[in-house]
């Protein structure tokens, strides 16, 4: 079973609002990935999270805010977001941790989170 | 640096025909992996393929099949007999052993329409 699973599929948000996004796995990987992807365009990297430490943050504004409560759940919060982050927001995990050269596993994706910001 | 370039921006074609999409990558290092990936207008990135740059015996599942190949630093994606099932935007990319955090470097992703 390779199913990364994440909730909600679309969420419509002012930019005052505070919201969460859900990804979860039960495959027993150990690295967890937040994509962004604008239209016509590839997925975009923000964090990845390994053994439940976060190991990446692309320079991802602090209005985006992981969280990995345990190995199968990683949240992104978000608060007071623009318009412009208005996107489909990917999951992934992959079966093991990340860590200096170790980082060629295969990425499951999940279905993605269409999120629109007025 | 390593970049991934997918040139086709759009193919269209029409049912059973035969389709390649193509994929140029750029790395120094000597061991790096290929993805390929399918998105379905759904949104979720479906994965299709890993290759090994130590690998480059091709790979045939169904009606796919990858070709690899070093000296032109391509891992090219054939579709045989397209379907109507197979309209998606393909994405090659690239993870390098020497980077950090598993990152792959996707390519800008083709766009392909089967059409009855």
């Known amino acids: 079973d390779t199913e990364v699973t994440q909730t909600p599929k679309h969420l419509v948000m002012g930019m005052t609002n505070k919201k969460s996004l859900k990804c979860e796995q039960h495959?027993?990987?150990?690295?967890m990935y937040w994509y962004k992807q604008k239209a016509k365009k590839p997925p975009e990297l923000m964090f990845v999270?390994?053994?439940?430490?976060?190991?990446i943050n692309e320079s991802v504004p602090s209005r985006f805010s992981p969280e990995c409560p345990n190995s199968s759940l990683l949240n992104l919060h978000l608060h007071a977001l623009q318009p412009e982050d208005s996107a489909l927001y990917l999951c992934?995990?992959?079966?093991?941790?990340?860590?200096?050269?170790?980082?060629?596993?295969?990425?499951?994706f999940g279905p993605g989170t269409r999120l629109t910001v007025l | 640096a390593q970049k991934v370039t997918q040139a086709q921006t759009e193919i269209s074609v029409v049912e059973k025909e035969d389709v390649t999409l193509d994929c140029v990558y750029e790395?120094?290092?000597?061991?790096?992996?290929l993805f390929w990936y399918k998105q379905p207008p759904s949104g979720e990135l479906v994965f299709l393929i890993r290759r090994n740059s130590f690998d480059e015996q091709n790979e045939i599942s169904g009606r796919y099949s990858w070709n690899f190949q070093k000296s032109t630093s391509s891992f090219n994606f054939t579709i045989t007999a397209s379907q109507v099932v197979d309209s998606a935007v393909y994405f090659c990319a690239l993870s390098e052993a020497g980077n950090q955090g598993g990152k792959l470097i996707f390519g800008q992703g083709t766009e392909l329409s089967v059409k009855p």
């Open positions: 790395t120094r290092d000597t061991t790096y992996y």
């Open positions: 495959m027993g990987h150990r690295a």
């Open positions: 992934a995990s992959s079966p093991y941790g990340v860590a200096g050269g170790e980082g060629t596993d295969t990425q499951y």
């Open positions: 999270y390994s053994y439940e430490k976060l190991s």
